[in-house]
T-cell receptor, first 115, second 115 residues
Framework: GESVGLHLPTLSVQEGDNSIINCAYS??????FIWYKQESGKGPQFIID?????DKRQGQRVTVLLNKTVKHLSLQIAATQPGDSAVYFC??????????????FGQGTRLTINP | NAGVTQTPKFQVLKTGQSMTLQCAQD?????MSWYRQDPGMGLRLIHY???????DQGEVPNGYNVSRSTTEDFPLRLLSAAPSQTSVYFC??????????????FGSGTQLSVL
């Protein structure tokens, strides 16, 4: 099965609330993690990434947290908007130091925004 | 820049037919890759390339061939299509070649049905 998994396949939040999407990974040696957003009928779109030497990274309305102790990754979206409705994927570079990166993706979480 | 361009967007094949999915990028990226996306399974890596003339297998390479004669193009060939290859296929590219962690830029996908 996938080494990168998600705790919840679906998440519904009220517009304006903060969203938190969680992800677990299995390889403690993974050194790079990335979040993608995929809207219906489109390809995945980059949101934010983080390297294993960091615990937190912030972007515009998004924050990624990395907890290497429990091998957990989360994506926080502030003040969720209708346009945030999509499927969110986390991915890890599962084979660091073994040549070019090979990102392994989780199954995805569908985020639905309620008006 | 057009980014990553995939053609065709939709394709229906009969079992045993062959076809080539085209992928081109105009960002001078060294790394290119092919993923397939099946419901509930995220994206799985088929083949990747770290530069012209160099290709390697990903997680699910069986039934697919690739070549990289130029930096810009990375076609995916199905020599004898099978119903199990019904999926959505995504091409992706990034700046890095060997041993780098870089975000991937994805195309809009090819939806393939094999009857």
């Amino acid at each position: 099965g996938e080494s990168v998994g998600l705790h919840l396949p679906t998440l519904s939040v009220q517009e304006g609330d903060n969203s938190i999407i969680n992800c677990a990974y299995s390889n403690s040696a993974s050194d790079y993690f990335i979040w993608y957003k995929q809207e219906s009928g489109k390809g995945p779109q980059f949101i934010i990434d983080i390297r294993s030497n960091m615990d937190k990274r912030q972007g515009q309305r998004v924050t990624v947290l990395l907890n290497k102790t429990v091998k957990h990754l989360s994506l926080q979206i502030a003040a969720t908007q209708p346009g945030d409705s999509a499927v969110y994927f986390c991915a890890e570079n599962k084979f660091p130091g073994q040549g070019a990166q090979k990102l392994v993706f989780g199954q995805g979480t569908r985020l639905t925004i309620n008006p | 820049n057009a980014g990553v361009t995939q053609t065709p967007k939709f394709q229906v094949l009969k079992t045993g037919q062959s076809m080539t999915l085209q992928c081109a990028q105009d960002m001078n990226h060294e790394y290119m890759s092919w993923y397939r996306q099946d419901p509930g399974m995220g994206l799985r890596l088929i083949h990747y390339s770290v530069g012209a003339g160099i290709t390697d297998q990903g997680e699910v390479p069986n039934g697919y061939n690739v070549s990289r004669s130029t930096t810009e193009d990375f076609p995916l060939r199905l020599l004898s299509a099978a119903p199990s290859q019904t999926s959505v296929y995504f091409c992706a590219s990034s700046y890095g070649g060997q041993v780098t962690n870089e975000k991937l830029f994805f195309g809009s996908g090819t939806q393939l049905s094999v009857l």
